[in-house]
């Protein structure tokens, strides 16, 4: 079951990035550049989990505040790269 969301997790940061890897109507760098920020972004978002202290678990005041806001942050980990993708492949204006 593990594995599962694993995969799950892994394939809602890599579809995202592979999309903007593979539009025609920007250059070559800069397409290669918006993949990089779209796959890279939720792995410093929970590496900033990780980071503080309190968001690692570590908390002694208000433990379920805490818990709930690094559920919540997580989350919003994993549908990051979808909002980098919408917004980087919007048009130019």
């Known amino acids: 079951m593990r594995v599962l969301l694993v995969l799950i ?3 809602m940061i890599a579809v995202p990035s592979l999309l903007a890897l593979s539009r025609e109507d920007a250059s070559r760098g800069r397409r290669i550049g918006s993949a990089l920020v779209i796959f890279l972004a939720p792995a ?3 590496g900033m989990i990780h ?3 309190e968001l690692d ?3 002694l005041d208000y433990p379920i505040a805490w818990t709930t806001l690094r559920l919540v942050l997580s989350a919003l980990a994993l549908i990051l ?3 980098l993708y919408v917004w980087l492949a919007g048009p130019r204006r």
Do not use: S
């Open 9 to 11: 997790a892994f394939a």
């Open 44 to 46: 410093i978002a929970l």
């Open 51 to 53: 980071g503080v202290p």
């Open 57 to 59: 678990g570590r908390a």
């Open 81 to 83: 790269p979808w909002c």
